[in-house]
């Protein structure tokens, strides 16, 4: 059925007269017709979220949380059409987006209504020299319309990251999701409207960056704050936008990311880590490890086992719970992966698997598909070693000492995650602690703790997300001293 993915405005959805096509990713078939927000649309949600803050931001923090556990509990109950619209926004397999993408969009509302109460609150005793003293506590307060743009990698996952600790805070919200995948957002929009959030608390905007609903969001004045997910360059746009009116903005931005796999690590284990964590929903996770780094004894090993398991990588029908990978998220990007691909052989890699794009014989040769890949024979300073592809690419090269590869895995502007495989815990202490990123597992790849900071470093980003990291984001704080004088000086 053709959709049509409407903007949600002060509880309401709103038509456009101008739209742009929804395109599945797996087939290049459109299916939808996305109505883009004109800026009078734009202006109309930011007036209604700050009409709607008043009453919502008041609201009692019991009531706000028990607010974001319907939601969580109406995304679940719906998760049969959400995961529809994931998997044809995305093209991602049904087999990845019924076990990550979905879930988590509920548990993002469930964790942070938890968090939100309980919240632990300050309070300070100050003596003072007479005998009096005083008592200082915090309260926290709402920003007020919260401008959040996400990305189309992890739609639902990461749109609910955002949303619901500065919902839960007591902020409304203007919120645009990508252009690329607006299915889910539309759906999160229906969710809200049902539960009966109150109108203008969430209102949701479809567009494009520059001369877009993004931009009328980022520069308006009125915009309390700005998050955002997605590339460094358009980061650092925003940034300058919100620099003129000193808005604080929290920014996860790009990564390439490094994996260091110890000869003594647990062999099978690691490679299955790895095959997850190179190609993943076709590498398109900003925290995919495409530069992967192994101890010399166990390299060559290591190399044949990877690509064995890449070779087995099933590319094929989303909807088929067999499918292992999908195809990236547009032609524009399908080309640009490609065109590292072609960039790898002008710089003399080694293709051990992969490089291509596959044909299926059937409709999914119209979709945007690439095989996954795994080069080596690349120095640290080459383009593709050194630039964020954001593919199922990988480049593999070994190394001698623990030393050695901190500083080769460090020489990066980016710095989101590393994954690190030993079995020597002394090891992992000392190279995870080494490495200038915002995570770093250890013998895991994308495990994720909701109430740990989440976030990265110089070219990837701005702050910290998640548990009371996002509260501090979403929120202000009001410190409340008050004297007390000293019990001598009170008199009846």
Known sequence: MFKQYRNFINGRFVDSEKRFAGINPATGVRFADVHEASKEMVDAAITAGHQAVRGWGATPVADRADMLYRIADEIDRRADDFLEAEVSDTG????????????????????????LKTAPLETF???????????????????????????????????????????????????????????TATLLAEVMQSVGLPDGVFNLVHGFGPNSAGEFI?????????????????????????????????FELGGKNAAIIFADCDFEKTVEGMTRAAFLNSGQVCLCSERIFVERPIYDRFVAALAERAKRIKLGDPTDAATDMGPVISAAHRDKVLSYYALAREEGAQFIVGGGTPSFGNALDGGFWVEPTLIAGLADDARCVSEEIFGPIGHITPFDSEAEVIRRANATPYGLAATIWT??????????????????????????????????????????????????????????????????????
């Open 92 to 115: 991602k397999p049904v087999s990845l987006a019924s076990k990550l993408d979905i879930p988590r969009g509920a548990a993002n509302f469930r964790i942070f209504a938890d968090i």
């Open 218 to 250: 980022t520069k308006h004045p009125d915009i309390s704050a700005i998050t955002f997910t997605g590339e460094s360059k358009t980061g650092a746009a925003i940034m300058h936008a919100a620099a003129d009116g000193v808005k604080p903005v929290s």
């Open 423 to 492: 079995s020597n815990v002394n090891k992992a202490h000392r190279a995870a602690q080494s490495m200038n990123v915002g995570i770093a597992w250890v013998n895991a790849w994308f495990l994720r703790d909701l109430r740990t900071p989440f976030g990265g470093s110089g070219l990837s980003g701005i702050g910290r997300e998640g548990g009371l990291h996002s509260l501090n984001f979403y929120s202000e704080l009001t410190n409340v001293c008050i004297h007390v004088d000293a019990p001598d000086a009170v008199t009846d």
């Open 125 to 183: 005793r100050t003596e003072l020299a007479d005998g009096a003293h005083a008592i200082n506590y915090a309260v926290r307060k709402p920003l007020g319309v919260v401008g959040i743009i996400s990305p189309w990698n992890l739609p639902l996952l990461l749109f609910s990251w955002k949303v619901a600790p500065a919902l839960a805070c007591g902020n409304a919200v203007v919120a645009k999701p990508s252009e690329e995948t607006p299915g």
